[in-house]
């Protein structure tokens, strides 16, 4: 389970030390796709194949549009953990996440995965996650 938060900062060739407590669960290598709300979603290995067979069972079933599956693949990025516990986003996450070289990051987890965030964007993510929490709303 990925679970809390951790600030971290990119460096200046767009790599990311995931956090110690992240490592273990990720093994050597990871995926890194588009997350909603424009996060980048961090998957192990594992994770991730399992959750592409579950949504190509749902393009079958007509559950999910086969658009929508092909814009996670198209997102998807193998990427493999370098001997400090570096990963690198490359340009077009860093564009899509709002992310630059050098900038700070947030990377949170979210139970079965951990989501790297611009520090704006989880601020207002985490705002809204709070006040659910707080007026009682799923």
Known sequence: ?????????????????LPSAFRADMGDACYLVYGEERCIDVFPRDAFEDMAREMMRQVR???????????????????TLDKQGRITLD??????????????????????????????LYEQIA????????GGRP
């Open 127 to 134: 705002a809204a996650g709070r006040g659910a929490i707080a």
């Open 1 to 17: 389970m990925f679970v809390g938060f951790h600030e971290r900062q990119l460096d200046d060739k767009g790599r990311l030390a």
């Open 91 to 120: 340009e077009r996450l860093r564009s899509y996440a709002q992310l630059t070289p050098s900038s700070p990051v947030i990377v949170s987890g979210n139970l079965d995965r951990a989501e790297v965030w611009s520090t704006e």
């Open 61 to 79: 079933a007509k559950e999910i549009s086969l658009t929508r599956q092909r814009a996670f693949a198209h997102s998807a990025t193998l990427v």
